[in-house]
C-alpha cells in the first residue's frame, strides 16, 4: 500500500485552497475566534464572530458551487463570494440586537436555510435528478468521513496531551483541549470535507453508481419501520375519532419522526425506482403520502390545543409552518406523482428564510401573541383597564398567578418588556431599573418577581405544576429577643411536622397532618392544639402585596391557650405544597421555637 506522498498532499491543500478561498478564510476566522472564546468566555466579540464565520462554511459552499456551475470567473465569481461575507457581516452585526434565545433561534435557523442552500442550489433550474441525487450523497459520504477522521484524530490528540501531563509532570490548562478540539473540527474538517465536494457535475448525472447497502438498509430496515409507525399513527386516530378526545401533545414528535424516516427512505431509493424489480417505490411513495395526511391533522389538532391555552411561541410557531410544508408536500407528491425530489430541500429553504424576520416571523408573532395573552389574563381579573395597570384587590386564582409569572418570564428573556410598557403609565422604569431589553434568565426571573410583586400577586416559579402551589416562608432575622416569661419551656425544633418531642413526664409535642395542627399530648390525650392554616394564610397574604422575601415573625407566629396549658410558635421557616381545591397541604417541613407552660 503506497501512501501519498506530502507534496501531493499540500498540492490538493493548495488545490482545494484556491477553489474555496471564502469558506476557508471563514473556517480561519471561526477558528480564531474560536479559541479567543475559550479563552475569554462570555466575551461580547468572540461568540457572534465565531457563530457568524461558522454560518459561513454551508453560506460560502454554496455561492461558489453556485458561481462555478455558472461558469463564473474571475470578478463576478469574487463577487459571489463577497455577497456572502456581506451577509455575514450583516448577522454578526445584528446579533447584539437580539436576545441570547432569539440570538440562537436565529443562527440554528439560517444554519439549516444555508445547508440545504447546498443541497439544491447549484441545480437550481436544471433537470439532472440523477446528478442531484450523486451529488447530494456524495456530500453526505464526505461529510461523515470528515466528522469521523476529526473525532479521531481529536481523541488522540486529547490522549496525548493527558499522557505528556501524567508522565512529565507539565501542567496543561483544561483549555487546550477544548481549542485542539476548534481547530480540529473547524479547521482540519473543513478543509478535508472540501476537497471531496464534487467538481465534474455532467459525470455525477451520467454516474450508475449506486451502493447496495443503501438499497438493503432502506428496503428492509427503514421502510418496514415507517410503514409501523404508519400503522400506529393510523390506529391512533382510529381512537380520537371514536373516544372523541383531543390528540397527545406527544403526536408532533411522532409525526415529524415518522415523517423525515419516510422522506429519507424515499429518497435513498429514488434513484432505482425506474427499475423494473422496484416498480413498487412509486406505489409505496403514494400511499406513505396518503397516509401522512391524517397524521398531519391530527398534529394540527394538538397543536391548536396547545396554542389554545397557551398562545404561540417560537417552538410552537415553527412546528405549525413545518406542518403546513408538510402537507403541502405530501398533497403535492399524492396528485401530481412528481420525480423532482430537488423541491424537497428547495421549498425548505425559502420557508426558512421566508420566515427569519418581519411582523410574520416567529419571534414577532410569539411576542405578540404572549402580550396578548398577558393583557386577557389581567383584564379578566380586573388588573388592566382602559390599557392601565392597577393592582390586583382580590385573590387571582393560582394558575392565572402561574401563566402571569410564565408569560412574564418569557417576554423579559426573549423580547423584553417593551410591548407592555405603556400598561404601566411610565412607572415601569421606576419598578424595574434594568430598562426595558431582554435579561439573561437569572436576571430576568429577579425582574419579573418585582414585576409581580408590584401587581400585588405572588411569583410562580418554573417548577410549580398542575394545581398545586409549592410555598415557602421565612422568618425576618433581627435582634430583638423572644420573650419567654410566663413560659416553663422553650424547645428549638427543627422537625416541628414531622418528630415528636417530650416536653416533660408524659408530655409529648407533635403535629397532627389531619387538622393540621401541632398538638401538646399527655398521656395520649389532646390538651392543646396549635393551627397552622391561619398563619399559612396571613404569610400568603403578606407575600402577595410585598413579593418574595422575608416576613416579619410575627405574622409567623401561632398562639393557643387553653386551662390546661399555652404555647407560642414562631416559625423561622416552613416549606410545602398547598393545593388551590382545597386547604391540603403535604412535603411539609419547618423548623421554629416553641414556648410551653
Keep these: 500500500m503506497r501512501f501519498p506522498s506530502i507534496q501531493r498532499l499540500i498540492g490538493s491543500a493548495q488545490q482545494t485552497a484556491a477553489r474555496f478561498p471564502f469558506v476557508l478564510g471563514a473556517a480561519v476566522i471561526a477558528t480564531v475566534a474560536g479559541i479567543l472564546n475559550i479563552e475569554q468566555p462570555n466575551h461580547p466579540i468572540w461568540e457572534r464572530a465565531e457563530m ?13 458551487l453556485w458561481a462555478e456551475r455558472r461558469g463564473w470567473h474571475g470578478r463576478r465569481r469574487i463577487g459571489a463570494g463577497v455577497g456572502g461575507a456581506l451577509v455575514l457581516l450583516t448577522f454578526f452585526l445584528l ?16 444554519s ?13 433550474g436544471r433537470n439532472e435528478p440523477n446528478g442531484f441525487w450523486q451529488y447530494n450523497r ?61 467538481r465534474d457535475f455532467a ?70 425506482r425506474e427499475r423494473e424489480e422496484n416498480r413498487w417505490v412509486g406505489s409505496y411513495a403514494r400511499w406513505f403520502w396518503i397516509a401522512l395526511l391524517p397524521a398531519i391533522v391530527m398534529l394540527w389538532l394538538a397543536i391548536w390545543q396547545r396554542v389554545g391555552q397557551y398562545g404561540v411561541t417560537e417552538r410552537r410557531y415553527f412546528l405549525t409552518i413545518l406542518s403546513i410544508w408538510l402537507a403541502g408536500i405530501a398533497v403535492y407528491y399524492t396528485l401530481r406523482g412528481s420525480k423532482r425530489i430537488i423541491l424537497i430541500p428547495a421549498s425548505l429553504c425559502v420557508l426558512a428564510l421566508a420566515t427569519f424576520a418581519g411582523p410574520w416571523s416567529p419571534y414577532a408573532t410569539s411576542r405578540r401573541s404572549q402580550t396578548h395573552r398577558l393583557e386577557e389574563i389581567l383584564t379578566r381579573n380586573g388588573m388592566l383597564e382602559e390599557g392601565t395597570i392597577r393592582q390586583a384587590s382580590t ?123 401541632v398538638q401538646l399530648l399527655s398521656a395520649g390525650e389532646r390538651l392543646i392544639g396549635v393551627p397552622l392554616l391561619p398563619l399559612l394564610e396571613r404569610a400568603a397574604v403578606h407575600q402577595m402585596a410585598e413579593g418574595d422575601g422575608a416576613i416579619p415573625r410575627d405574622t409567623l407566629r401561632a398562639t393557643a391557650e387553653t386551662d390546661a396549658a399555652r404555647i407560642a410558635i414562631y416559625i423561622t421557616a416552613i416549606s410545602g405544597v398547598r393545593s388551590e381545591t382545597g386547604p391540603v397541604l403535604s412535603s411539609l417541613s419547618a423548623t421554629a421555637y416553641v414556648r410551653i407552660k
Design 52 to 64: 457568524s464565520a461558522v454560518l459561513g462554511f454551508p453560506l460560502l459552499l454554496a455561492l461558489t
Design 95 to 110: 446579533w447584539p440586537n437580539w436576545s441570547e434565545p432569539v440570538a440562537w433561534i436565529r443562527f440554528w435557523q439560517l
Design 112 to 124: 439549516v436555510a444555508f445547508h440545504l442552500l447546498v443541497a439544491f442550489l447549484p441545480y437550481a
Design 138 to 198: 456524495a456530500l453526505l459520504l464526505r461529510a461523515v468521513t470528515a466528522g469521523l477522521f476529526s473525532l479521531v484524530l481529536w481523541t488522540g490528540l486529547a490522549i496525548a496531551l493527558r499522557a505528556v501531563e501524567v508522565l512529565f509532570g507539565m501542567d496543561i490548562p483544561g483549555e487546550r483541549y477544548g481549542q485542539a478540539m476548534v481547530v480540529l473540527f473547524f479547521l482540519f474538517n473543513t478543509w478535508f470535507f472540501l476537497g471531496g465536494v464534487p
Design 203 to 272: 459525470v455525477l448525472e451520467r454516474s450508475e453508481d449506486y451502493p447496495a447497502e443503501v438499497k438493503v438498509f432502506t428496503q428492509y430496515v427503514l421502510l418496514p419501520i415507517v410503514t409501523v409507525y404508519i400503522a400506529i399513527l393510523t390506529a391512533y386516530m382510529v381512537k380520537v375519532i371514536v373516544t372523541w378526545e383531543w390528540p397527545s401533545g406527544w403526536i408532533g414528535w411522532l409525526v415529524s419522526g415518522v415523517a423525515s424516516a419516510g422522506i429519507l427512505a424515499l429518497l435513498l431509493v429514488h434513484p432505482v
Design 395 to 517: 385573590a387571582v386564582e393560582f394558575l392565572d398567578r402561574r401563566e402571569v409569572s410564565a408569560i412574564l418570564r418569557y417576554l423579559l428573556e426573549t423580547h423584553g418588556t417593551g410591548s407592555i410598557e405603556d400598561w404601566f403609565g411610565g412607572q415601569l422604569a421606576a419598578i424595574d431599573t434594568s430598562g426595558t431589553g431582554p435579561s439573561r434568565s437569572g436576571q430576568a426571573e429577579e425582574r419579573v418577581r418585582l414585576i409581580v410583586a408590584y401587581l400585588g400577586l405572588g411569583y410562580v416559579d418554573r417548577s410549580q405544576r398542575g394545581t398545586e402551589e409549592h410555598f415557602n416562608y421565612f422568618a425576618q432575622q433581627t435582634a430583638e429577643p423572644i420573650p419567654i416569661a410566663d413560659y416553663d419551656y422553650t424547645l428549638y425544633l427543627d422537625g416541628l411536622l414531622h418528630d415528636s418531642a417530650v416536653v416533660t413526664g408524659q408530655a409529648v409535642l407533635a403535629f397532627d397532618s389531619a387538622g393540621m395542627e
